[in-house]
C-alpha cells in the first residue's frame, strides 16, 4: 500500500497553545485574504490576563507552505499521551480549521505528531522577527 502524504490547500485560522511549567502562551493564526496575520498571547494567571506579546504578518501561500512542511495535514486525531516516569514538560493542544471548514485537532503531553517542533519554532521565530524588525525602524 502506497502512503500518500495530505496536503493543505486552503487556510482559515489555527490555534496552537502551549503550556508549560512556568509558561502558557497562545498562539493565534488567521487568514485575511492574501496574508496570515499570526498573534502570540501569553497567559498571566496571577493577574487573570491574556496579553498580546508580538504579532506577525505573512503570505498565505508562505503560511500554507509551513503548515505543508510541518505534516500538519496527517496530525488530525494526534493525542499524544504523556509517557510514564516523565514528572515534567510541554502541553499542546492545536486546532486548524482548512481546505473550506475542515477542522484539524491534536493535542499531546510531552509526546507530539511529527513536524510539531518545526511548527512551534516557526511560530516564535515569526514573532521574534517581527519584534526585532519594530526595533530596528
Not at 20 to 38: I, S
Not at 86 to 100: N, R, Y
Amino acid at each position: 500500500m502506497f502512503f500518500r502524504k495530505k496536503k493543505i490547500e486552503s487556510f482559515e485560522r489555527m490555534t496552537l497553545r502551549v503550556t508549560g511549567m512556568r509558561d502558557d502562551d497562545e498562539f493565534e493564526a488567521v487568514c485575511c485574504g492574501d496574508t496570515v496575520e499570526v498573534s502570540l498571547y501569553r497567559m498571566y494567571y496571577a493577574y487573570n490576563e491574556r496579553r498580546l506579546e508580538g504579532k506577525s504578518v505573512c503570505s498565505t501561500k508562505d503560511f500554507i507552505e509551513m503548515l505543508n512542511s510541518c505534516n500538519l495535514a496527517n496530525w488530525d486525531g494526534f493525542h499524544g499521551k504523556h509517557p510514564k516516569h516523565v514528572k515534567d514538560g510541554t502541553m499542546f493542544s492545536m486546532e486548524a480549521t482548512v481546505d473550506g471548514g475542515t477542522t484539524i485537532r491534536a493535542d499531546g503531553s510531552e509526546n507530539f505528531p511529527r513536524g510539531y517542533q518545526d511548527l512551534e519554532n516557526a511560530f516564535y521565530r515569526m514573532i521574534r522577527e517581527s519584534q526585532s524588525s519594530e526595533r530596528g525602524s
